[in-house]
Structures are given as C-alpha cells and as structure tokens.
Nanobody, 123 residues
Framework: QVQLVEFGGGLAQAGGSLRLSCAAS????????MGWYRQAPGKQRELVVD???????NYADAVKGRFTISRDNAKNTVDLQMNSLKPEDTAVYFC?????????????????WGQGTQVTVSS
C-alpha cells in the first residue's frame, strides 16, 4: 500500500515561518505531481501549490512570493516552506501525490492524500 506521511505544522505568529514535509512510501513505481492543499474551517479544500516531476510548480495567488515548494524525486518527498505567514493561512494542510503502483494485478495510478497537519497563525 502507498502512504503519504506529513511532518511539521503547528503554531506560528503572523510574519513567522513554518515548514511542512511529506514522504511517500510503499510499492511505488513512479510519482507524477506532488503538492499541498489546505482546508480552513467552513471552507472547501483548495490548492496551495503543486509541482510536476520535472519541477514545474503552480502556486495559488494567495501564497505566491511567500511559500516555496521543493521536491526530492529520489526520496519521494515534497516540502513546503512557508514564510511571512498570515492568520488567513490557518488551515489543515494536506499532502497530495499522483502515484503509479506496479503490483501483480497490474499498473494503477491513483491520487493519494496525507492525513493532514494543522497550521495555525496567530495575529
């Protein structure tokens, strides 16, 4: 089975920084896109940023210039450095990856999610 495990998150003051990490494990044939989504209370889950296997990233306007995504294809990890945090960044952050597995029953590509990690920014 494939798992995405997230690390980091927590509490920060406005203007501060936090770093999130996510590691994919399991019987992985390849990983296409990886990224981070967030969901604030009462709101829909939204894309924060994603990055292709080739390193092309796509940021939400709300985080451009403040957040930076990085990816290590050899380690199947993706990190999110969050700087200049704002109270409106408060949300549960989810790691996402599109992963292809190659098992006896064949090759399958699915979207996987981490368990989510809370980020709270105080004003």
């Amino acid at each position: 089975q494939v798992q995405l495990v997230e690390f980091g998150g927590g509490l920060a003051q406005a203007g501060g920084s936090l770093r999130l990490s996510c590691a994919a494990s399991g019987i992985i044939f390849s990983i296409d896109s990886m990224g981070w989504y967030r969901q604030a209370p009462g709101k829909q889950r939204e894309l924060v940023v994603d990055i292709s296997k080739g390193g092309v990233s796509n940021y939400a306007d709300a985080v451009k210039g403040r957040f930076t995504i990085s990816r290590d294809n050899a380690k199947n990890t993706v990190d999110l450095q969050m700087n200049s945090l704002k109270p409106e960044d408060t949300a549960v952050y989810f790691c996402n990856a599109r992963i292809t597995t190659a098992l006896a029953m064949g090759v399958k590509t699915n979207n996987y999610w981490g368990q989510g990690t809370q980020v709270t920014v105080s004003s």
